[in-house]
């Protein structure tokens, strides 16, 4: 893995907003990870964890607070001119909810050929027509929807869309933030399938944010485990469901149903519970910040944020309690 290319490279990357009042949230709190050409890097947490905060930062649609993100070598946040335009086509992002993330005043055509006018990527109005049609069919929609509005679709078929506004100018690198949620579980897989087959096609690199474990072990190549702003695990899909590290991973890991009942009752026993309610992002203290709901917590926790460590294998896991059980 590691002499593979590295598209986007995220360092001690901070995005904190001023909430009034002198209250700061921190929803991006010193996160470090690359993500490699080609691969498929899975993003996992509960709600408000930081996760479309994230994305969003890493592809310069958010200011920094701190820290770097560098795509193929060069500092988003500081991309000017033709640098910069052209990292706006390289690097597109598929929005959580397909009801307001598309304008409903736009035909669909107008959406997808939105993009293609920005960038000058047909040469007259045939080809423009014609791009836009490739592209539907892409989705596995039709030219028919071409000329309808938004309001007209259903949530799969405007998630559809939106990949196809998001494809249509040839990008390279692609922040899914959790393109499935919003949609009917008959559905998800089917969408999942298509961003597969479209990732071997096109040679895309995906930064995948999902909240439900289950379904990113399927698409990811590596999973990154967020929790209250902090990276605490990451490495491969294979390594974090068989040797999860981290307790929050566990708990999460254990929370998934599986569909025997007599696994499940025999499993339950052993269940590693998430206790309490996830804490408020808004001035948090130093230490751990998912101590407060970890049974291994120690006093070390409250002192200090643990360090991402690398644990070889290409496992890397913030934990004191971790580095402890490592030493013994
Ligand atoms: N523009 C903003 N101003 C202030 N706070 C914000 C803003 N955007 C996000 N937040 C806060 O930052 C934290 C992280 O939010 P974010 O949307 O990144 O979480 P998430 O992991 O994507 O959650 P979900 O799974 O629900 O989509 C939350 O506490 C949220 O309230
Ligand atoms: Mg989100």
Known sequence: ?????IVLSVQHLKKYFNVGKGSVLKAVDDISFDIYKGETLGMVGESGCGKTTCGRTCIGLYDKTDGQVLYKGKDVHTLMGKERFEFKKKVQMVFQDP????????????????GIDIHHLASGKTERQNMIYNYLEMVGLNREHANRFVHEFSGGQRQRIGIARALVVQPEFMVLDEP???????????????????????????LFVAHDLSMVKHISDRVAVLYLGTLVE?????????????????????AIPIP????????????????????????????????KRCNYAMPVCDERMPELKDIGNQHFVACHYCDQQRKL
Do not use: W
């Not at 590693?272 to 751990?288: F, R």
């Open 1 to 5: 893995m590691e002499d593979r290319e």
């Open 180 to 206: 499935i949620s919003a949609l009917d579980v008959s559905i998800q897989a089917q969408i999942v399938n298509l961003l597969v087959e479209l990732q071997k096609k096109m040679g895309l690199t995906y």
């Open 234 to 254: 990451l490495t491969t899909s294979e390594q974090l469901y068989a040797n999860p590290n981290h307790p929050y991973t566990q708990a999460l890991l254990s």
């Open 260 to 291: 025997d009942p007599e696994i499940e009752q025999e499993r339950d026993k052993n269940k590693i519970k998430l206790e309490g309610e996830v804490p408020s992002p808004i001035n948090t203290k130093p230490g751990c910040k998912f101590r």
């Open 99 to 114: 009801y307001g993330s598309l304008d409903p005043r736009m035909t669909v055509s107008d959406i997808i050929g939105e």
